[in-house]
């Protein structure tokens, strides 16, 4: 595959787990009180929370990858991607993605992480991807896996802004023409903002009050890359951070609140990077998105990093 050809998302599946919780019984853990539990259902739509209670993050990855390798084959996969936003991903496994390599039977992959873009590195581990697969072996393909899981309930709050549940994605990338088209990316970081929940209370808000636009902008710029309009967009597949933001940032784009596809917000809440990747597989399996059909991924991380990808919906590859 040359390096000017789009690589192909051959085949995206989710692996979140059965378990949840609604977020009333993580009020106590999180040191919510009423009206800060009231603000995050009702204002920001989050109702339950992916919770992989009796599962460790290796069970996730491997998780998402049988589904999506199901009846492929394994030996064309050349590359493991684990693309993760905490950096300390599990304790005291220092062999986990070899763990998982192993498991999925992936004989012939080199694998390797990718993280320090926080949220948004899972949208851009398909650039990664790209650049891989550009000097690779006709037929060789790149299985990318997002996930993480958190250690303890008191890691799963962003204040004021949403809850963290467990969950992973995985996408395989190869030449088959019947899958996904990448178009066209943005990735943008705001460096100022580099200490994430660390910062002082002037940055804290003036963060605030830069992000839908950022997000915007990005998507935007992702727009502009693909050579299309916003209301070319089927779709757009988003994090699940809250439901709260978007009726800014569409207002920018200039794009009809409801083809933002918010569904798992109150189901899963953010599944850090995997959520873009969740929401495409889920939007797909319930028919919200047809061959032909542009959707526009995005995600924002703490850092400041925003990232967007534009993405032609293929005929489909499922086995």
């Given amino acids: 595959m040359s390096l000017l050809e789009a690589p192909r998302l051959e085949r995206v599946a989710s692996f979140v787990p059965e378990t949840s919780l609604p977020v009333a019984d993580l009020a106590g853990p999180l040191g919510l009180d009423a009206t800060q539990l009231r603000f995050f259902t009702r204002f920001l739509g989050l109702d339950r929370v992916a919770v992989a209670d009796g599962l460790e993050l290796a069970d996730l990855l491997a998780g998402a990858g049988e589904r999506v390798l199901a009846g492929a084959d394994r030996d064309s996969v050349r590359f493991l991607v684990h693309a993760h936003t905490m950096q300390h991903v599990a304790v005291a496994t220092p062999g986990l993605l070899e763990d998982v390599r192993q498991?999925?039977?992936l004989h012939r992959a080199t694998a390797f992480s990718l993280s320090h873009l926080n949220c948004v590195i899972g949208i851009h581990a398909l650039h990664v991807a790209r650049s891989l697969l550009a000097t690779a072996a006709p037929g060789d393909r790149v299985l990318v896996l997002t996930g993480d899981k958190?250690?303890?309930?008191?890691?799963r709050l962003i204040r004021?802004?949403?809850?963290?549940g467990d969950g992973a994605a995985a996408v395989l990338l190869g030449p088959d023409p019947r899958g996904d088209r990448v178009l066209g990316r943005a990735l943008t970081v705001l460096g100022q903002f580099y200490r994430g929940i660390d910062?002082?209370?002037?940055?804290?808000?003036?963060?605030?009050?830069?992000?839908?636009?950022?997000?915007?902008?990005?998507?935007?710029?992702?727009?502009?890359?693909?050579?299309?309009?916003?209301?070319?967009?089927?779709?757009?597949l988003?994090?699940?951070?809250?439901?709260?933001?978007?009726?800014?940032?569409?207002?920018?784009?200039?794009?009809?609140?409801?083809?933002?596809?918010?569904?798992?917000v109150g189901k899963y809440a953010h599944c850090y990077s995997s959520d873009p990747f969740i929401n495409l597989a889920a939007?797909?399996?319930?028919?919200?998105?047809?061959?032909?059909?542009?959707?526009?991924?995005?995600?924002?991380?703490?850092?400041?990093?925003?990232?967007?990808?534009?993405?032609e919906i293929g005929e489909g590859n499922q086995g």
């Fill in 103 to 105: 498991r999925l039977r």
């Fill in 150 to 155: 958190v250690l303890m309930h008191e890691a």
């Fill in 160 to 164: 004021d802004t949403t809850i963290q």
């Fill in 199 to 236: 910062c002082d209370e002037a940055l804290q808000l003036q963060y605030k009050h830069v992000y839908p636009d950022a997000l915007a902008q990005v998507m935007q710029d992702a727009l502009d890359d693909a050579r299309v309009e916003a209301a070319d967009i089927a779709a757009i």
């Fill in 238 to 264: 988003p994090h699940n951070v809250n439901k709260l933001s978007w009726k800014r940032i569409t207002g920018v784009l200039g794009v009809p609140r409801d083809r933002v596809f918010l569904d798992n």
């Fill in 283 to 311: 939007a797909r399996a319930d028919g919200r998105v047809d061959p032909g059909d542009l959707v526009l991924l995005a995600s924002a991380g703490l850092g400041a990093t925003f990232a967007a990808a534009v993405v």
